[in-house]
């Protein structure tokens, strides 16, 4: 399956070669993700990154994705890049890009989040199926410490941003520690698509973040007063345009 897997997607990517990208509309996309939002919103985050203003910011972007269109957008470098200006003295930079479940050609990952998730409770204690099927597992038979470094990303961030996930069951790994994150000093953007909704009935959206926030909420292992408290601090992107225009076919 992986190797099939692979190969479609490889034969996906290759059809960047037809695109070009606005490496400039990417970079303000990341650094200031705030922009695409509703007025109240907006303001809000504006608020709370006011907090460090005047400091540098760090930007690390964890991709599930096996590809590496990231890495052809901003063109090929790996990490230390400066993206934007916040102030006059500080800036923002992209620190690194690294890929959780590894790439088409090394380290790829397929699986579920843990031995709970496979119904055959004899392959459980068989190290030779876990290291296959259970994605930290197989993250650590191959050694590449992607897991820690993750880890220890999300326990230090004041702000995370998830953008293109279905925050899956076989990742809650993830989702489980965010949520123990937001108990700090951390907020939460989760950027999604969903039913076009009119402008003419824009209550309806607030209704259809709720139901996502509440979504995330249960995929972690968050008391339900601890989720009172920090559902302040999740902010739901639904159809915001995020990225949009980042990608434009050449005319060639």
């Known amino acids: 399956m992986g190797e099939k897997l692979s190969k479609h997607l490889y034969l996906e990517e290759q059809k960047l070669e037809n695109y070009e ?3 400039r509309k990417f ?27 005047g ?11 096996y590809t590496t269109v990231i890495e052809k957008i901003i063109g090929g470098k790996d990490k230390n890049i400066l993206l934007a200006n916040h102030t006059s003295t500080a800036t923002v930079r992209l620190g690194e890009v690294k890929h959780i479940h590894g790439l088409l050609d090394n380290d790829m990952v397929i699986g579920v989040n843990d031995k709970s998730q496979i119904s055959n409770e004899k392959f459980h204690h068989n190290r030779d199926i876990l290291e296959s099927i259970v994605k930290s597992e197989c ?10 470094h993750f ?25 489980e520690l965010i949520g123990e994150r937001l108990k700090s000093d951390c907020h939460l953007i989760i950027f999604s698509r969903g039913a076009e909704i009119s402008p003419r009935i824009r209550h309806m959206q607030a209704r259809a973040e709720r139901t996502l926030r509440n979504f995330f909420l249960s995929k972690t292992k968050l008391a339900e007063e601890e989720m009172e408290v920090v559902e302040e601090k999740i902010f739901i992107g639904l159809n915001t345009g995020m990225f949009d225009g980042i990608l434009k076919k050449n005319e060639k």
Do not use: M
């Open 151 to 175: 880890t220890n990303k999300i326990n230090s961030a004041n702000l995370i941003c998830v953008f293109g996930s279905s925050i899956g069951d076989t990742d809650n790994k993830w989702w």
């Open 27 to 53: 970079f303000n996309y990341l650094s200031f993700p705030e922009s695409v939002f509703l007025p109240a919103d907006k303001e809000r985050l504006i608020v709370l990154n006011s907090k460090w203003r």
């Open 21 to 23: 990208s606005d490496q």
């Open 55 to 65: 400091h540098h910011w760090n930007l690390d972007i964890y991709t599930f994705n």
């Open 139 to 148: 993250n650590r038979a191959n050694r590449n410490n992607i897991d820690s």
